[in-house]
Nanobody
């Protein structure tokens, strides 16, 4: 069965960096568009970043643009999120998601995705 496993979360001070990883199994990774979302208690899950299946088209939420970078390594079936200049408001559980895709586009809405990981906690202290 399909599994997405996130790692790399933790506690970091404001202005620090973290790199999240999401390793996929049970699917042909290169055929899937990928995304990162995050959620804090009492709030809806929100879009963070997305990447098309070719790894060439990306998009970011305005709140993270210029600070976060999404990328992937098809050979390792792994998606990454490099997070720099972290802010306390970035504190959340971060989820990766995969969507079977036939085109050159990324996807911004959680309902568009087929598979989800279990999440990894990121906490940023001020």
């Amino acid at each position: 069965q399909v599994q997405l496993v996130e790692s790399g979360g933790g506690l970091v001070q404001a202005a620090g960096s973290l790199r999240l990883s999401c390793t996929a199994s049970g699917l042909t990774f290169r055929l899937f568009a990928m995304g990162w979302f995050r959620q804090t208690p009492g709030k809806e899950r929100e879009f963070v970043a997305a990447l098309d299946k070719f790894g060439g088209t990306n998009d970011y939420a305005n709140s993270v643009k210029g600070r976060f970078t999404i990328s992937k390594d098809d050979a390792k079936s792994t998606l990454y999120l490099q997070m720099n200049n972290l802010k306390p408001e970035d504190t959340a559980v971060y989820y990766c998601a995969a969507k079977r895709s036939t085109g050159i586009r990324s996807f911004h809405y959680d309902y568009e995705y087929d598979y989800w990981g279990q999440g990894t906690q990121v906490a940023v202290s001020s």
